[in-house]
Structures are given as structure tokens and as C-alpha cells.
């Protein structure tokens, strides 16, 4: 399959447009029309109905290989070209808004760092596909297990830390005088789905879904009392508002992972050295 005819078809049919998909593409929609011919005859099954442009069952099923398929080969290139290329004076970084911790902040140096944070699911691509040189992700995790990270490209993973979790929660909730609670306990609470901070709590009801990656006004959510959240007990804490309770079960911790494509160079690999330093998982 030529990955150019792949490329084509994912855009056609993202945008429901032979033409618009011309426009965004930089080709002309004769073109595009040629394209998506010569992968139906490849394939030997019709992708797109053309009125309405929609996906064909044949194409549906086509696009559930597409994504990853283009995201390795995006990868391949960026890895062969991370080679190629000398070693950069700057780092550029990924980080899951909780992973942004106190041994982040101890390694960074005084300069030649970019630091971009982004939900934690798109960590892995942006390190892969060569946007980021190294990546902080986290999760919740059994103690020493690491995390369900997304199959995107061959990845160097290397645990960081782990730390307890805590349930922050709003002033006069019936379990804030608590020690400690167990998730259990909770089974019928609301919580604060917040798929751009991370920690989900996939059996949990959603009260409110924020899609943003600012801690603090999540935080201010829960105090408020919109819904729990879930958190490494330190930023539970440092919220000002509400009551963090340490988790007692089950036994989880908030696990952070770098990622690096291979074996780091340069500013990357100190930068590397100084987050995996004396780093226990």
C-alpha cells in the first residue's frame, strides 16, 4: 500500500470532501480522485461512497489500520533523521501536567530546555513522530508495574518514580476526616473526568468533564465539590482548598515513565541521566 494513497483516503474521509481534501493537501482534485481509484484497485474493494463522501464498510476498516500505520512510518523517519542529524544544543520535552514533579524540576537546567505539556496520551506520538526529543508521562499503576502506555512506535521506557495517590475532596464530605480511603468506598461517588490530566477512573460516574490540562483549576473543581479527583498526594495537598485522604486501596501508586526513541544523544541524554538518577523502578 503506497502510504501517499493512505494518506489521501485518511484526509478525504476526515473531511467528507474529494475537494477540501485537495485544499489541504496541495494537490488538485483530479489528483486526489486518482489516488483514492488507485488504492480501490490495490485493495480491490470500494473505501468511499462518493454522494454522500462517507467510509465504506471496507473503509472503516481500512482507517482503524491507517492511524497507526502512518504514525509508524511519521516515526521511522524521525528516528532516521534524529540519527542523522548532530546532536542538538536544545531538548525539547513532553510532559503530562502531573509529571511536572520535583525531580523534573531538579534536573531541568538553567537553559536549552523546551518544555511542552500535553495530555498524556499524546505523549508517546509526540516523542515517536520527533516533535519531543524525551517524554514524562504518569499514570496510576500497581507499585513496580509500569504503565499501559499506546503501541505508537518502538520506545525506550525507563521508570522515573512513584509516589502515593490521594482523592482530594470538598470541605464537609463524609470521608474527609478520614485516614484513608479505598476506592470502594467511593464506588458511588462523582468524579471529575479529566482525560488532558490523566488518572482515569474508568468505572467512576463523571459529574463534570474538564478537557484541559491546568492543575490548579482542576483542583478548585473538586474542592468546590463538582466532582473527586484523584491525584499524587503532594498536589493533592498543595491545592489550598478541599481535603486530601490518602488512597489505602487498591494498592496503586502515581508512576511517572521517560520516553526516548532509543539510546539519547547529546543535551537529551544528560537531561535523561539527571531525571533517571538514583531512580529506584
Do not use: K, N
Amino acid at each position: 500500500m503506497d502510504p501517499h494513497l493512505l494518506r489521501t483516503f485518511v484526509t478525504v474521509a476526515r473531511l467528507s470532501s474529494f475537494s477540501g481534501a485537495a485544499r489541504e493537501l496541495g494537490y488538485t482534485q483530479s489528483a486526489v480522485s486518482q489516488h483514492i481509484a488507485a488504492l480501490e484497485g490495490d485493495l480491490r474493494a470500494e473505501l468511499l461512497t462518493r454522494r454522500p463522501v462517507a467510509p465504506t464498510p471496507a473503509g472503516e476498516r481500512l482507517l482503524e489500520h491507517a492511524g497507526p500505520l502512518l504514525l509508524r512510518l511519521d516515526a521511522a523517519r524521525a528516528d532516521v533523521l534524529r540519527l542523522a542529524a548532530a546532536p542538538p544544543g536544545r531538548v525539547t520535552l513532553a510532559v503530562s501536567p502531573l509529571a511536572v514533579g520535583p525531580r523534573l524540576l531538579a534536573a531541568l537546567p538553567a537553559t536549552g530546555v523546551t518544555l511542552r505539556v500535553l495530555p498524556p496520551a499524546e505523549v508517546p506520538a509526540a516523542v515517536a513522530t520527533g516533535g519531543c526529543d524525551l517524554g514524562l508521562v504518569d499514570g496510576p499503576a500497581a507499585p513496580s508495574d509500569p504503565l499501559r502506555l499506546p503501541d505508537v512506535a518502538p520506545l525506550t521506557v525507563t521508570g522515573v518514580g512513584e509516589e502515593e495517590l490521594a482523592v482530594l475532596l470538598p470541605d464537609g464530605h463524609p470521608f474527609a476526616g478520614r485516614a484513608a480511603v479505598r476506592l470502594d468506598d467511593l464506588a458511588d461517588a462523582r468524579w471529575i473526568d479529566a482525560p488532558g490530566v490523566g488518572l482515569p477512573l474508568t468505572a467512576a460516574r463523571a459529574a463534570v468533564r474538564y478537557e484541559g490540562t491546568d492543575l490548579l483549576a482542576l483542583c478548585a473543581l473538586a474542592a468546590a465539590g463538582h466532582g473527586l479527583a484523584l491525584l499524587p498526594r503532594r498536589v493533592a495537598e498543595a491545592a489550598g482548598a478541599g481535603v486530601a485522604v490518602p488512597l489505602s486501596g487498591p494498592r496503586l501508586v502515581h508512576r511517572t515513565e521517560l520516553l526516548s526513541p532509543g539510546t539519547p544523544t547529546g543535551a537529551a541524554a544528560a537531561l535523561a541521566a539527571r531525571l533517571t538518577a538514583g531512580s529506584p523502578v
